[in-house]
């Protein structure tokens, strides 16, 4: 066993102020740093106490005697031959008192673990004494010396709470001072800090209108905004940042937001919220199995190329009514590609009934802050396209692919140069190819056939051989950090984009070319108008021929201008679906004032394409 602890005397003398005449009958009792108690002694006539104790101990003393204020020390011994000798302690005459009675944040008892330290302040050493509380929430210390204290209260650690300092500080600088005056007991009462509150008022970015039903998470807590817009929730005692993310579809975009809460504050956060474009629909089921539960949808755009509107397809769900509200969709004209599902199959959505071609799909006007009511989205059972894509001299074109709609296509593998698109409505298909980089073609050219029609669980076959196309070498963008993009004038179809170098076209096609340039945050784009030996126009034609080197200067001949889509065999894109208005707006209806073609494409200054137009269209 290990040997005890060599015990020495300790000693001390208490004198009182200010003449230091010794203190008979004083109470002396000496705690360990952790507050173990040693022993408790009283002086003798001389003022003299003794107490044999383990010889490494650094003590904490208090010592009380009647008429005298009660004092506290931290003592470091000074060690003797055989003895400790404690630096001997003086009383002052006459004392005060503290009574302090603490109330939980809701005027409740606090839990019994709870504990306060009363620091002394204006001292030229640290001094704090750390006490409970009791179980009925009051702090009573009689006999306190007199002087300017700070106290500091620490609630129970389970749950975690928020130290404070009195009245309802959080640091110690911020703390009122407290005065204790001889013959008198000072009384308190106070209230622990609350959790921190939160209020988060959602408004329309464009009305300033409040919006309703608003749903975020806040603080694990899951809720959604009143009638005047606002949630109001508690955020625990944490110093933290807390985040917002605030949905409200599918009339908005979703909104994020941050606040700091202290506790025992209230803070007030407004989150605007920006309107989006909103589709209404009702879904018609004719396989017979009515098992959808919900829709989703793609939202294609674009004079030129297909530009999905959102990052997602976007999706909800039916009502009892098989109704369906779906959105927010950023504003613009556009078509709707309908997703399958578990019974039914993928469609454009048409004006009466599912379409395989984009060209023939109804248009919808979409507008922030507006409801457009679309046709009917008529859903049927599903077949598949299964295909193979080759080379003019037979080869299998290795990954070579057909699409259906920009989200939905089939592509060979380095097994072979069979695709298959499956779970496609029972439409008549457009399909656009890609063979590689040298050899994009359009539907209907030759060795790519021009549509496919799919039957209800059948498979339609789709043998594809494509042609070659050509090049434009060496473009030059006029020295900026850019990119070109070369689009089909009839169909706007994408046809391929270059940083600079090489551009890959298809033979025998009137093209566009667009430059993009700029930076993310200020993104710019112009539309080539080159020249011509009749002049200069934004249709190129591109022959067999690779074409010779050429420059797109936004300095020179390079337009903000956006040119129209050349008319051919194809009919028109037909009017959009009109909307009806779902939330006031500012400054009249969104788009107001912008000039319109017929069948609602955005007018251009280029004028509509005549047959002499065209003529020029000439390298």
């Given at each position: 066993m290990p040997p005890a602890p060599t015990e020495l005397l300790h000693r001390g003398y208490i004198t009182a102020q200010p003449d230091g005449a010794p203190v008979a009958g004083a109470t002396v009792s000496l705690y360990s740093q952790s507050l173990v108690h040693w022993g408790t002694v009283q002086t003798a006539a001389d003022g003299e106490w003794r107490l044999p104790l383990p010889s490494d101990l650094r003590l904490i003393t208090t010592v009380s005697a009647p008429g005298y204020a009660t004092v506290w020390g931290f003592d470091d011994p000074e060690p003797m031959i055989g003895q400790v000798m404690l630096p001997p302690t003086r009383l002052r005459p006459g004392s005060g008192g503290l009574r302090v009675t603490v109330r939980d944040h809701d005027g409740g008892p606090l839990v019994p673990t709870a504990t306060a330290l009363l620091k002394m302040v204006d001292t030229g050493y640290s001094w704090d004494y750390t006490l409970p509380v009791r179980f009925d929430g009051t702090i009573d210390l009689p006999n306190l010396p007199a002087g300017r204290y700070k106290l500091k209260i620490t609630p129970s650690a389970d749950p975690v709470r928020a130290t404070q300092w009195y009245p309802a500080a959080l640091d110690e600088a911020s703390a009122e001072v407290i005065t204790v005056s001889d013959g008198q007991t000072t009384e308190l009462t106070t209230s622990l800090l609350g959790p921190g509150r939160v209020e988060v008022k959602v408004v329309d970015a464009?009305?300033?209108?409040?919006?309703?039903?608003?749903?975020?998470?806040?603080?694990?807590?899951?809720?959604?905004?009143?009638?005047?817009?606002?949630?109001?929730?508690?955020?625990?005692?944490?110093?933290?940042?807390?985040?917002?993310?605030?949905?409200?579809?599918?009339?908005?975009?979703?909104?994020?937001?941050?606040?700091?809460?202290?506790?025992?504050?209230?803070?007030?956060?407004?989150?605007?919220?920006?309107?989006?474009?909103?589709?209404?629909?009702?879904?018609?089921?004719?396989?017979?199995?009515?098992?959808?539960?919900?829709?989703?949808?793609?939202?294609?755009?674009?004079?030129?190329?297909?530009?999905?509107?959102?990052?997602?397809?976007?999706?909800?769900?039916?009502?009892?009514?098989?109704?369906?509200?779906?959105?927010?969709?950023?504003?613009?004209?556009?078509?709707?590609?309908?997703?399958?599902?578990?019974?039914?199959?993928?469609?454009?959505?048409?004006?009466?009934?599912?379409?395989?071609?984009?060209?023939?799909?109804?248009?919808?006007?979409?507008?922030?802050?507006?409801?457009?009511?679309?046709?009917?989205?008529?859903?049927?059972?599903?077949?598949?396209?299964?295909?193979?894509?080759?080379?003019?001299?037979?080869?299998?074109?290795?990954?070579?692919?057909?699409?259906?709609?920009?989200?939905?296509?089939?592509?060979?593998?380095?097994?072979?140069?069979?695709?298959?698109?499956?779970?496609?409505?029972?439409?008549?298909?457009?399909?656009?190819?890609?063979?590689?980089?040298?050899?994009?073609?359009?539907?209907?050219?030759?060795?790519?056939?021009?549509?496919?029609?799919?039957?209800?669980?059948?498979?339609?076959?789709?043998?594809?051989?494509?042609?070659?196309?050509?090049?434009?070498?060496?473009?030059?963008?006029?020295?900026?950090?850019?990119?070109?993009?070369?689009?089909?004038?009839?169909?706007?179809?994408?046809l391929y984009t270059t940083s600079g170098g090489t551009l890959a076209l298809p033979a025998n096609r009137i093209v566009v070319f667009r430059l993009r340039y700029g930076s993310t945050q200020n993104p710019l784009s112009c539309w080539a108008h080159l020249s011509t030996r009749k002049g200069s126009t934004p249709y190129y034609m591109v022959g067999l021929a690779p074409l010779s080197p050429f420059r797109i200067d936004p300095a020179k001949n390079c337009l903000n201008r956006e040119p129209v889509r050349l008319t051919g065999p194809v009919a028109p894109l037909p009017g959009p679906v009109p909307a009806t208005m779902f939330a006031s707006r500012t400054g009249g209806p969104a788009g107001a004032g912008a000039a319109t073609a017929p069948g609602g494409v955005p007018a251009s200054p280029w004028g509509v394409p005549t047959a002499a137009r065209l003529a020029r269209v000439k390298p």
């Open positions: 464009v009305t300033g209108a409040p919006v309703k039903d608003a749903c975020m998470s806040i603080f694990d807590q899951e809720g959604c905004t009143d009638a005047d817009g606002i949630r109001r929730a508690e955020v625990g005692w944490q110093l933290k940042k807390h985040t917002l993310h605030v949905e409200h579809l599918p009339y908005h975009f979703t909104a994020t937001g941050s606040f700091d809460a202290k506790p025992g504050q209230l803070v007030k956060v407004t989150v605007p919220m920006q309107p989006g474009a909103t589709v209404a629909a009702t879904y018609e089921d004719k396989t017979g199995h009515d098992g959808a539960s919900g829709v989703c949808v793609d939202a294609v755009r674009g004079v030129w190329g297909d530009v999905i509107a959102e990052e997602d397809k976007v999706c909800g769900s039916l009502t009892p009514g098989k109704k369906v509200l779906l959105g927010p969709f950023h504003p613009g004209q556009v078509q709707l590609f309908v997703h399958p599902t578990v019974t039914t199959g993928a469609q454009w959505l048409g004006h009466q009934g599912g379409t395989g071609n984009r060209r023939t799909a109804a248009t919808l006007d979409l507008r922030a802050g507006f409801i457009t009511t679309a046709p009917n989205i008529v859903a049927l059972g599903y077949g598949r396209i299964d295909g193979r894509i080759s080379f003019p001299n037979g080869d299998d074109a290795m990954y070579g692919c057909a699409a259906v709609a920009p989200r939905m296509s089939g592509c060979a593998d380095s097994e072979g140069a069979y695709f298959t698109i499956p779970y496609l409505g029972p439409y008549t298909w457009t399909l656009t190819y890609n063979g590689g980089a040298f050899y994009p073609v359009r539907t209907g050219e030759a060795g790519a056939p021009a549509h496919f029609t799919v039957k209800v669980g059948q498979s339609t076959p789709a043998w594809v051989k494509l042609i070659p196309g050509t090049s434009v070498y060496n473009i030059d963008n006029g020295n900026v950090n850019s990119e070109i993009d070369a689009f089909d004038a009839y169909t706007g179809r994408l």
